[in-house]
């Protein structure tokens, strides 16, 4: 079934403000008196801390405190593992490890007093290689890690932070009897968030009350961070988040609002933090996960998968952060949205004295399902048939079955298939220089709880108050056209009212794509309760039963008789308390079988999972090695479609990042584990010059357990199937896959002239 | 060492003083108190930061205060001196040109004097004069139908 509701082009409530210049992001604002804060950090990758001596530092002039470990309460922290302080105490594990604070009257004297903090470390050998550190005898990253906090589900054992697998049935058996086997490994590098505004955060303390403005994706997170690490109660910390200026992920989970709330208690001062693009890039516990990827398939020679083995290692970094799911979400990303007969997929989520990796953008998604989609046309070409043609016999379908088990409800991944490939011409004539890759993916929807309320004023229009955080993408912006469906107002009747956690009600924040899914739903319940507080009213006031009252065009009114009505502004200007509020009943993903897998944790089965298709059509220089990306199709089931432009914008931006991602976005690591690349000359983001010609196409399957309307979540997909698309073209121009991430013209040019492997 | 210079911003002048090695980001920002102009690299790599001097566009991160002294310098706040929007920054809306909006400033400026040096480019030519400004939100999409719309509605004029 599909549904095409009506739509209106929807101009941001946000807009006016930012295309001005008068909208204020965190670094934009300024507090009388404040203080300037920078951090030292580590010198080496890898070191146990001898002796830390702030003595110079605090001895210079117009230094107003340094602080270390010493100076703030002796906690852990972390998401999933609590492995890290706010301060390195006895060892560093990354070059971006905090070891001490500043806080002086110029960013300059910050600076200054940073260089004159003297650390005596013991250095110890780092260990970047992630795939080694798993390996018996291998030197622990944290020697402590038994007695650390942690989730009982992750399958921890020395540097393996997390281990996962999705089993069913008898994968060795299988591969053993399939009439193909086809086996391939990748590498993929880390890459960045990267987004255009750099953090920054400003701490100004009243009384025993510290009110935090940070540019962070999770306001409600950062709040528990810095009660936690702090100890002082979550009652006591405010977080507003001004305009952000992007995420993409990277400002997800608590960074550093504590370590400026501690200097902002110590200076008796505000303080204001802002990073320079060169801390954005290294300092950051977040990136996108370097990663090995082993897929081994048994099919038949008519398409049918009868088997998948996987075997995925992933660069964790120093500490677990937000990021301890990855090895169970990368290995149902490796099985894909694909009908196998029997699995046996394991993913390893290893610590590492690299910086740290959390979500960004879809995590581990593009990387291994480039990795997997590779691995796709290499069986379709063992058994000599055409990879589209693959495709179309394996996808899941309505009843069919998931990795684990999972019985598949209406989902549009066929139809993304045939839409992708209409949009892009597959099979067209093309120069012998092009041709055409297609990738297939998919993303689960995340049932979380949100609230909301919303509250009608005095002239008539609304408030939309809300946890929910808007980190570009319009999500929060979107929720008036929900709210003024419920209430037969118009959605630019409303204001919102957000991103201050004194405000909203608890939100996850603006991660995980599921904004419009789960606060939507809470906006909608409000506006609802509004609407029955209305029609009490109205019923009073016409003296008619409410059962014949609709809500239309601003009034309430007798159905059928539309000259017995009351406006909406007749029924608020009373000074009537007219006030709902929302949350929903939390959707969960379907219950699974799934006791042949270990390190479960709640991803064995997606829940209203959102499917996508990407076609790319390259051209390649073979004496380069330079591709340049022609034409893009991007086909996607996200449900019903909202708001068209914003859903379009994210397809349009996820896109042009996967491109990134594809070919020329990574963070290059020296032999000791420090970024070689922190800089926007080095690390290439795609310009609008690179950008191709991008045609969407949304299918819109009405999905049981989606979101608001039938809506799926719209943010990540963009990026999944992106840089496997892309791989596959180039691979049918050179004979074979490239298998490093990013295929740089270098590795385009060397698999060209080698043997490829990895 | 500070040096007295004069800075004609939007049409407004402002007498300040200011260190040899401060950029005209910073003292705008911070003494002119206009933050419409972003900070994403302070290196020349985003063009968060660009500003007409003398209607000419520049990276303000990598340019000299000092260097500006005497000129004329628009930001985003003086692309429009009503409460009603330029033109390109209606289209930027329109067209979904905008997301986060920390490019935008930049980002339109750029488009501004694109469109003053060449008043009917083609998409290409867009795409080439934009290349300077990095936006990590919209793909550009929305921005280059933004840019060519403006400009089709002024030729048609």
């Given at each position: 079934?599909?549904?095409?509701?009506?739509?209106?082009?929807?101009?941001?409530?946000?807009?006016?403000?930012?295309?001005?210049?008068?909208?204020?992001?965190?670094?934009?604002?300024?507090?009388?008196?404040?203080?300037?804060?920078?951090?030292?950090?580590?010198?080496?990758?890898?070191?146990?801390?001898?002796?830390?001596?702030?003595?110079?530092?605090?001895?210079?002039?117009?230094?107003?405190?340094?602080?270390?470990?010493?100076?703030?309460?002796?906690?852990?922290?972390?998401?999933?593992?609590?492995?890290?302080?706010?301060?390195?105490?006895?060892?560093?594990?990354?070059?971006?490890?905090?070891?001490?604070?500043?806080?002086?009257?110029?960013?300059?004297?910050?600076?200054?007093?940073?260089?004159?903090?003297?650390?005596?470390?013991?250095?110890?050998?780092?260990?970047?290689?992630?795939?080694?550190?798993?390996?018996?005898?291998?030197?622990?990253?944290?020697?402590?890690?038994?007695?650390?906090?942690?989730?009982?589900?992750?399958?921890?054992?020395?540097?393996?932070?997390?281990?996962?697998?999705?089993?069913?049935?008898?994968?060795?058996?299988?591969?053993?009897?399939?009439?193909?086997?086809?086996?391939?490994?990748?590498?993929?590098?880390?890459?960045?968030?990267?987004?255009?505004?750099?953090?920054?955060?400003?701490?100004?303390?009243?009384?025993?009350?510290?009110?935090?403005?940070?540019?962070?994706?999770?306001?409600?997170?950062?709040?528990?961070?810095?009660?936690?690490?702090?100890?002082?109660?979550?009652?006591?910390?405010?977080?507003?988040?001004?305009?952000?200026?992007?995420?993409?992920?990277?400002?997800?989970?608590?960074?550093?609002?504590?370590?400026?709330?501690?200097?902002?208690?110590?200076?008796?001062?505000?303080?204001?933090?802002?990073?320079?693009?060169?801390?954005?890039?290294?300092?950051?516990?977040?990136?996108?996960?370097?990663?090995?990827?082993?897929?081994?398939?048994?099919?038949?020679?008519?398409?049918?998968?009868?088997?998948?083995?996987?075997?995925?290692?992933?660069?964790?970094?120093?500490?677990?952060?937000?990021?301890?799911?990855?090895?169970?979400?990368?290995?149902?990303?490796?099985?894909?949205?694909?009908?196998?007969?029997?699995?046996?997929?394991?993913?390893?989520?290893?610590?590492?004295?690299?910086?740290?990796?959390?979500?960004?953008?879809?995590?581990?998604?593009?990387?291994?399902?480039?990795?997997?989609?590779?691995?796709?046309?290499?069986?379709?070409?063992?058994?000599?048939?055409?990879?589209?043609?693959?495709?179309?016999?394996?996808?899941?379908?309505?009843?069919?079955?998931?990795?684990?088990?999972?019985?598949?409800?209406?989902?549009?991944?066929?139809?993304?298939?045939?839409?992708?490939?209409?949009?892009?011409?597959?099979?067209?004539?093309?120069?012998?220089?092009?041709?055409?890759?297609?990738?297939?993916?998919?993303?689960?929807?995340?049932?979380?709880?949100?609230?909301?309320?919303?509250?009608?004023?005095?002239?008539?229009?609304?408030?939309?108050?809300?946890?929910?955080?808007?980190?570009?993408?319009?999500?929060?912006?979107?929720?008036?056209?929900?709210?003024?469906?419920?209430?037969?107002?118009?959605?630019?009747?409303?204001?919102?009212?957000?991103?201050?956690?004194?405000?909203?009600?608890?939100?996850?924040?603006?991660?995980?794509?599921?904004?419009?899914?789960?606060?939507?739903?809470?906006?909608?319940?409000?506006?609802?309760?509004?609407?029955?507080?209305?029609?009490?009213?109205?019923?009073?006031?016409?003296?008619?039963?409410?059962?014949?009252?609709?809500?239309?065009?601003?009034?309430?009114?007798?159905?059928?008789?539309?000259?017995?009505?009351?406006?909406?502004?007749?029924?608020?200007?009373?000074?009537?308390?007219?006030?709902?509020?929302?949350?929903?009943?939390?959707?969960?993903?379907?219950?699974?079988?799934?006791?042949?897998?270990?390190?479960?944790?709640?991803?064995?089965?997606?829940?209203?999972?959102?499917?996508?298709?990407?076609?790319?059509?390259?051209?390649?220089?073979?004496?380069?090695?330079?591709?340049?990306?022609?034409?893009?199709?991007?086909?996607?089931?996200?449900?019903?479609?909202?708001?068209?432009?914003?859903?379009?914008?994210?397809?349009?931006?996820?896109?042009?990042?996967?491109?990134?991602?594809?070919?020329?976005?990574?963070?290059?690591?020296?032999?000791?584990?420090?970024?070689?690349?922190?800089?926007?000359?080095?690390?290439?983001?795609?310009t609008v010059s690179?950008g191709?010609?991008?045609?969407?196409?949304?299918?819109?399957?009405?999905?049981?357990?989606?979101?608001?309307?039938?809506?799926?979540?719209?943010?990540?997909?963009?990026?999944?199937?992106?840089?496997?698309?892309?791989?596959?073209?180039?691979?049918?121009?050179?004979?074979?896959?490239?298998?490093?991430?990013?295929?740089?013209?270098?590795?385009?040019?060397?698999?060209?002239?080698?043997?490829?492997?990895? | 060492?500070?040096?007295?210079?004069?800075?004609?911003?939007?049409?407004?002048?402002?007498?300040?003083?200011?260190?040899?090695?401060?950029?005209?980001?910073?003292?705008?920002?911070?003494?002119?108190?206009?933050?419409?102009?972003?900070?994403?690299?302070?290196?020349?790599?985003?063009?968060?930061?660009?500003?007409?001097?003398?209607?000419?566009?520049?990276?303000?991160?990598?340019?000299?205060?000092?260097?500006?002294?005497?000129?004329?310098?628009?930001?985003?706040?003086?692309?429009?001196?009503?409460?009603?929007?330029?033109?390109l920054?209606?289209a930027f809306?329109?067209e979904?040109g905008?997301?986060?909006?920390?490019?935008?400033?930049?980002m339109?400026?750029s488009a501004t004097a694109l469109l003053?040096s060449n008043p009917d480019p083609t998409s290409d030519e867009v795409r080439i004069g934009l290349s300077g400004n990095?936006?990590?939100?919209?793909?550009y999409d929305g921005i280059v139908k933004a840019v060519l719309k403006v400009a089709e509605?002024?030729?048609?004029?």
């Amino acid at each position: 079934m599909t549904i095409a509701p009506e739509r209106k082009p929807f101009i941001r409530p946000d807009g006016k403000e930012k295309v001005t210049g008068l909208g204020r992001y965190t670094a934009d604002l300024n507090l009388t008196g404040q203080a300037f804060a920078r951090f030292k950090y580590a010198d080496h990758p890898h070191a146990r801390i001898v002796r830390i001596d702030t003595a110079a530092a605090r001895a210079l002039p117009g230094v107003f405190a340094v602080l270390t470990h010493a100076d703030v309460p002796d906690v852990l922290y972390g998401g999933m593992v609590e492995d890290r302080r706010l301060f390195a105490k006895e060892k560093v594990r990354w070059e971006g490890d905090v070891v001490a604070a500043v806080a002086a009257r110029t960013a300059e004297i910050a600076a200054e007093a940073v260089r004159l903090i003297e650390v005596e470390y013991e250095v110890l050998e780092p260990l970047p290689d992630f795939a080694a550190n798993m390996e018996p005898g291998a030197t622990l990253v944290h020697e402590a890690w038994e007695g650390y906090e942690a989730d009982d589900s992750l399958d921890r054992n020395q540097n393996i932070l997390g281990h996962s697998s999705i089993v069913k049935g008898d994968a060795d058996g299988a591969m053993e009897s399939a009439e193909v086997v086809v086996k391939s490994r990748f590498v993929s590098d880390a890459s960045q968030g990267a987004p255009i505004e750099p953090r920054a955060i400003l701490a100004q303390w009243q009384g025993d009350r510290v009110t935090i403005w940070s540019s962070t994706q999770v306001p409600f997170a950062a709040r528990s961070g810095v009660a936690h690490t702090l100890q002082i109660p979550e009652s006591h910390v405010r977080v507003i988040v001004p305009l952000l200026g992007g995420g993409f992920g990277s400002k997800c989970d608590f960074h550093f609002e504590a370590h400026v709330a501690a200097l902002a208690r110590a200076t008796r001062r505000p303080v204001k933090l802002v990073f320079s693009r060169q801390e954005e890039f290294f300092a950051p516990d977040h990136r996108r996960e370097g990663m090995i990827i082993e897929l081994e398939t048994g099919a038949t020679r008519d398409g049918r998968l009868v088997s998948r083995r996987g075997r995925l290692i992933l660069d964790k970094g120093a500490y677990c952060g937000e990021g301890g799911f990855f090895a169970q979400m990368a290995a149902m990303h490796a099985c894909g949205p694909y009908k196998l007969d029997n699995v046996n997929v394991e993913a390893f989520l290893n610590y590492s004295t690299n910086q740290p990796s959390s979500s960004v953008r879809a995590p581990t998604a593009p990387q291994t399902c480039w990795a997997l989609e590779q691995h796709m046309d290499e069986v379709a070409m063992a058994i000599g048939m055409d990879p589209v043609e693959l495709r179309r016999r394996a996808l899941i379908e309505e009843g069919a079955e998931g990795p684990a088990g999972q019985i598949f409800d209406r989902i549009g991944a066929k139809e993304t298939l045939e839409a992708a490939l209409e949009m892009i011409g597959y099979g067209q004539e093309l120069p012998e220089d092009e041709a055409i890759g297609v990738a297939c993916g998919w993303w689960p929807s995340f049932g979380s709880q949100s609230g909301a309320y919303v509250k009608l004023n005095g002239d008539g229009t609304g408030t939309i108050i809300t946890g929910a955080m808007e980190s570009g993408t319009g999500a929060v912006m979107g929720l008036p056209l929900l709210a003024a469906e419920v209430l037969g107002m118009k959605p630019e009747d409303f204001s919102i009212l957000y991103q201050d956690t004194d405000a909203g009600p608890w939100d996850m924040g603006s991660s995980g794509s599921q904004t419009t899914f789960n606060n939507g739903r809470a906006v909608i319940e409000a506006a609802r309760e509004v609407r029955e507080k209305l029609l009490d009213l109205a019923a009073a006031e016409l003296e008619a039963n409410r059962d014949d009252l609709e809500l239309v065009d601003g009034e309430v009114r007798v159905k059928g008789s539309p000259g017995t009505s009351v406006t909406i502004v007749d029924l608020a200007e009373t000074g009537e308390t007219i006030i709902g509020k929302g949350s929903g009943d939390v959707p969960e993903a379907p219950e699974v079988d799934a006791s042949a897998c270990v390190g479960r944790l709640g991803m064995e089965s997606f829940l209203a999972p959102q499917l996508i298709t990407h076609a790319a059509r390259i051209k390649l220089d073979r004496a380069t090695g330079v591709v340049r990306v022609l034409e893009f199709a991007a086909a996607h089931d996200s449900g019903v479609i909202i708001n068209r432009m914003g859903a379009d914008g994210q397809v349009y931006g996820g896109v042009m990042m996967g491109i990134g991602q594809a070919l020329s976005e990574a963070t290059w690591f020296d032999d000791d584990g420090r970024q070689r690349n922190p800089g926007l000359l080095d690390y290439k983001l795609q310009t609008v010059s690179d950008g191709p010609k991008i045609d969407i196409r949304w299918i819109e399957i009405d999905t049981p357990g989606a979101g608001p309307k039938g809506s799926k979540g719209v943010g990540e997909p963009p990026s999944v199937p992106t840089p496997g698309a892309i791989g596959n073209a180039i691979a049918k121009l050179i004979g074979g896959p490239v298998r490093r991430l990013p295929m740089t013209p270098e590795r385009v040019w060397e698999t060209m002239n080698g043997d490829g492997e990895v | 060492m500070t040096y007295s210079i004069t800075l004609n911003v939007n049409g407004v002048e402002y007498p300040l003083e200011v260190d040899a090695h401060a950029s005209l980001l910073n003292t705008v920002r911070d003494q002119v108190g206009l933050t419409g102009s972003k900070e994403g690299c302070d290196d020349s790599e985003c063009g968060a930061c660009m500003m007409l001097i003398d209607g000419r566009p520049v990276n303000s991160c990598s340019y000299l205060a000092v260097q500006a002294n005497g000129s004329q310098v628009t930001t985003v706040e003086g692309l429009t001196n009503t409460d009603d929007l330029a033109p390109l920054q209606e289209a930027f809306l329109v067209e979904g040109g905008v997301q986060c909006g920390f490019c935008t400033p930049g980002m339109l400026i750029s488009a501004t004097a694109l469109l003053e040096s060449n008043p009917d480019p083609t998409s290409d030519e867009v795409r080439i004069g934009l290349s300077g400004n990095l936006c990590r939100c919209t793909g550009y999409d929305g921005i280059v139908k933004a840019v060519l719309k403006v400009a089709e509605a002024r030729s048609g004029n």
